[in-house]
């Protein structure tokens, strides 16, 4: 019984008290800026899979376009004729 009253009149001191005003905005924003001075500017090496990517899709989505209906005619037939035979 004698700790909890203890406990009580360190937290009623403990509300009490004020927290100390810290400003550290402007010390955050100088250490900000010159990190970023330090950074290298240059391509990110994920653009470059980037343009890989499209460079191959491209040809890729001519060609569906281009040959989609003859593959597509063929592609179901077989797709058709497929399920018959496993049955």
Do not use: C, H, Q, Y
Request: charged share 25%.
């Amino acid at each position: 019984m004698k700790e909890e009253r203890i406990v009580r009149k360190l937290a009623a001191v403990a509300r009490k008290e004020a927290p100390p005003e810290v400003d550290v905005a402007d010390r955050v924003m100088a250490i900000l800026r010159t990190a970023g001075r330090g950074r290298r500017t240059g391509v990110n090496p994920l653009v470059w899979v980037a343009v890989g990517s499209a460079t191959l899709a491209i040809p890729v989505l001519a060609a569906a376009v281009f040959f989609g209906d003859s593959w597509g005619e063929t592609l179901m037939a077989t797709l058709t004729d497929l399920g018959w035979w496993m049955l």
